[in-house]
């Protein structure tokens, strides 16, 4: 009689019988936390949305998150590990040499999803058919477009080589392309230290609420715990900040939450799933309090939103130039209208996670994927009451950020358990967590009045913008005030009266995301536009090529542009073509320009390091001050390093973490390309000069001190720097698909243009989807009304049209060679772009976002 064990599943795992305990929720949580088998990635477990853990079960293709245990008793499982290393390597090329991966996170599960379509149609797998197939994946960076270049390669057994880029200009695959497709360079939650413990975290469950008492008897009593924290736990300070300290890392007894993603204690287990769940566990006493949801009641409110707070008014930014009611009043043309700009969620791929270990001296050792990892260090410092010393955070690139990896999530958690206990904590968000917790895009009110004359040429511009920056403050004064000057875009206006306010609310809270206040405000700054040359009789391409700015003209806040400024004009040289002609051909067309500061600016003195050393195994180690997300700033590094000093680029390994004094705050602004090249190319000139020497540290830095708060000076340079683009989008006027979209993006050098390429391509993707289906709205206890990845109406692989990039290349003054950056200004255009060819296809003018064509509902099912 055979006897079977039901606590254990047995079944084969890349060819070997393995067994695994039953109670796994699924069959992704067997694979990682039991058999360490990391190659399919958890980007949102159980929900099976993204696609990231797609593995082959008997031969088909499965989401391992939504796979029964039970179910995979006596079958077959296969894995990116389990390939023959043959074609492990034809798809790791194919994959590095087409550009077809950003942060990479996404890739692994796409890879097995293209292995199984190719094992089924070979070279007959058609792009179209293929698309439709990745509709069970998301990539956040990509767009699509170079992913199906690859897997096309891999079909039609083609090879192209994967060569690293040489110097600066040159194209080659990105830094660590082949292991990231593959999945075997890890993320933070793929990497196991022994001994270690797991955090999960008790939210709230009120966004405005005094916390009478918490009680963690329960949970700490659940099996599996070793401790249970709340604030009274901490050693240091409680709120953490970028730039305001009002971030509480957990609220404590006697304190008030303020939104929902507040956190009111850390459970620590031995696995995940005892963590996650005690954690309902913590018992928590209320008095609720009525939530201020209306960024515009809650300027007038009587009533203080956020704890530890005086004010509902985060920050106004405001300036005038010119006299605009005259300029209006002597306008042959003259618009007024209310745009509305939505709440949109990040939604890189790999959710937060965060692993800190005690060191052997006393201190900590945090594995971080943050945007800013001397923040990190310093924040956390702060929070365990220690000297910075006793701190290192390491980064490890992260799965996609987009500014939402900025502020701290879980670090805090992590360090403090890690530091109480002197054992490893990690701490691993889920997706539903992720939503709550980080920063989103603002949703801002933006009041406009424009004019012009007969020739349609802009007379004055003035604006009122009134942003929900959620409860706490983030860089959120900072969005509102880059609204604030970009506000006229790229155009010459004569008079200029713009005030910007950021307000607290207890709604999610809202920070950097790329555009960072410049795509809201030039979404409504070019709807103005279209309106004017309607009135005018003008096309827009006309329209614009009459207003854009020109080297010596004033901008916005009065800033005199030099010469990096041309390259929106020849942006739009670059779009005048394929514009007539697909208006010659029936089409609906939109265009639409934008520009994008690259760098802090505003009097912010920018200050970045890089360090080269000569080892004397051969390897050259560069390390600088930026955070390595997917928009490639480690292959920057590299070809820059190639570039001044002539090595082969095999040589080169690149390092960020805290060990030296090298950051500048975070990995945003588009800087992080800017900067960083500067600081690597001072250090390898300091190397050469010494003889580039075995053993010794060059450390050389970057600075940009030139630029002025806004009205610091009569003419202030705000920023030091600032990327251009136009964009065409080209619609079918009886179905209003996009079926087309053209983007001439002036980048000042493209330093990798295969990269740069792919950075504009996902950008469009990511601004198609602002402009159409994104949305994260918030209900009136402030809480997230979408909690899955397929709510928030991202767009698919199938419903992403032809991405043509044009790169140009006008360098910028007094930027090392003449970088603009190019991460941020991608989707500027996109929104006012696809409004104008709506408009031209059904005469109807948008001014809320997002627009909603008919059939676009239909475009993330």
């Not at 254990?8 to 019988?17: A, I, Q, R, S, W």
């Not at 043959?86 to 999803?113: D, K, N, T, W």
């Not at 004055?460 to 000057?485: H, I």
């Not at 289906?773 to 809480?783: H, I, K, L, W």
């Amino acid at each position: 009689m055979t006897v079977v064990d039901t606590d254990v599943v047995v079944f084969k795992l890349n060819g070997t019988e393995v067994a695994v305990s039953a109670d796994h929720p699924h069959l992704l949580s067997a694979l990682r936390e039991e058999l360490d088998v990391t190659s399919p990635k958890d980007g949102c477990s159980p929900s099976g949305q993204c696609g990231c853990c797609t593995v082959m079960i008997d031969g088909k293709v499965q989401v391992s998150c939504q796979y029964p245990v039970a179910k995979v008793e006596g079958r077959e499982v296969v894995t990116l590990e389990g390939l023959d290393a043959a074609e492990r390597e034809r798809f790791a090329s194919a994959f590095a040499a087409c550009g077809g991966l950003q942060c990479g996170f996404c890739i692994p599960g796409i890879v097995m999803r293209a292995k199984a379509q190719v094992d089924k149609k070979g070279a007959a797998l058609g792009r179209d058919d293929m698309s439709r197939h990745l509709g069970a994946h998301l990539c956040r960076c990509t767009g699509y477009v170079k992913v199906l270049d690859a897997i096309e390669a891999v079909a039609t057994g083609a090879a192209p080589v994967a060569a690293l880029p040489r110097g600066v200009g040159s194209s080659g695959v990105k830094y660590e392309a082949e292991r990231l497709a593959l999945g075997d360079r890890g993320y933070v939650d793929d990497l196991r230290v022994p001994g270690m413990l797991h955090a999960a975290l008790r939210f709230t469950d009120h966004a405005r609420a005094d916390v009478v008492a918490i009680d963690t008897s329960a949970a700490a009593a659940a099996a599996g715990v070793v401790a249970v924290y709340t604030a009274a736990d901490l050693p240091g300070d409680l709120r953490v900040g970028i730039i305001e300290r009002d971030w509480p890392v957990m609220i404590p007894e006697g304190g008030r939450t303020s939104y929902a993603g507040d956190v009111l204690a850390v459970v620590v287990a031995e696995t995940r799933r005892q963590a996650r769940a005690a954690a309902p566990l913590v018992d928590v006493e209320y008095e609720v309090l009525e939530p201020l949801t209306d960024p515009l009641a809650a300027i007038g409110s009587p009533e203080v939103a956020v704890w530890g707070t005086d004010s509902n008014v985060l920050s106004t930014s405001a300036y005038v130039r010119g006299d605009v009611d005259a300029a209006l009043a002597a306008s042959r043309h003259v618009v007024h209208e209310v745009f509305h700009t939505q709440r949109v969620e990040h939604a890189f791929l790999e959710p937060e996670s965060t692993l800190a270990v005690p060191r052997e001296d006393g201190g900590l050792h945090v594995y971080s994927g943050g945007q800013g990892i001397w923040d990190d260090r310093d924040q956390l410092a702060s929070c365990l009451g220690v000297e910075r010393d006793r701190v290192t955070v390491e980064l490890v690139s992260n799965g996609g950020a987009f500014g939402g990896k900025e502020d701290m999530s879980n670090q805090a958690h992590a360090a403090l358990a890690a530091w109480l206990l002197r054992r490893p904590v990690k701490c691993t968000l889920s997706r539903e967590e992720s939503f709550l917790v980080h920063a989103k895009r603002h949703p801002i009110r933006c009041e406009y009045w424009a004019g012009c004359d007969a020739d349609g040429r802009l007379t004055g511009v003035r604006a009122r913008m009134v942003g929900d920056s959620g409860a706490y403050a983030s860089v959120g004064m900072k969005v509102l005030e880059r609204a604030a000057g970009h506000a006229s875009g790229p155009y010459r206006v004569p008079a200029v009266d713009v005030e910007s306010i950021a307000v607290r609310t207890n709604n999610p809270v809202c920070g950097a995301f790329r555009g960072f206040g410049a795509n809201q405000a030039q979404f409504a700054m070019e709807g103005m536009m279209d309106r004017l040359a309607e009135l005018a009789g003008l096309s827009g391409l006309e329209i614009r090529r009459r207003n854009v700015v020109r080297p010596g003209d004033v901008w916005g806040p009065g800033q005199v542009m030099d010469e990096g400024c041309a390259g929106v004009e020849r942006c739009l040289d670059a779009l005048a073509e394929p514009y007539e002609a697909a208006r010659a051909d029936g089409k609906a067309v939109g265009i639409a320009v934008g520009l994008k500061n690259s760098g802090l600016g505003n009097g912010y003195k920018e200050v970045t390091r890089a360090l080269v050393r000569f080892e004397a195994d051969g390897t050259v180690e560069v390390r600088h001050g930026w955070t390595e997300m997917g928009q490639g700033v480690h292959t920057v590094a590299l070809q820059v390093a190639v570039e001044e000093l002539g090595v082969d680029p095999s040589r080169i390994v690149v390092k960020v973490d805290t060990t030296h004094e090298l950051g500048d705050g975070q990995t945003t602004g588009s800087r992080g390309t800017l900067m960083g090249a500067g600081a690597v190319r001072n250090a390898c000139l300091a190397a050469k000069a010494d003889g580039c020497r075995t053993g010794v540290d060059y450390v050389a830095e970057y600075w940009v001190d030139w630029t002025h708060h806004l009205g610091e000076v009569e003419h202030p340079t705000i920023h030091s720097a600032f990327g251009y683009a136009a964009q065409l989008v080209v619609m079918d006027t009886e179905t209003l698909a996009v079926e087309r979209v053209v983007a001439a993006h002036d980048v000042g050098r493209a330093v990798n243009p295969l990269l740069c390429q792919g950075q504009v391509e996902g950008a469009v993707h990511m601004g198609l989807g602002y402009a159409l289906t994104e949305d994260f709205p918030a209900d009136e206890r402030g809480f997230p009304t979408k909690t899955t990845l397929r709510a928030l109406g991202i767009l698919r692989a199938k419903d992403v049209p032809p991405i043509d990039v044009v790169l140009v290349e006008v360098p910028q003054p007094r930027s090392p060679y003449g970088i603009k950056g190019v991460g941020e200004i991608g989707l500027v255009p996109t929104a006012g772009a696809v409004a104008a060819a709506l408009h031209a296809a059904d005469g109807r003018w948008r001014s809320t976002l997002p627009m909603r064509p008919p059939g676009a509902e239909r475009a993330s099912d």
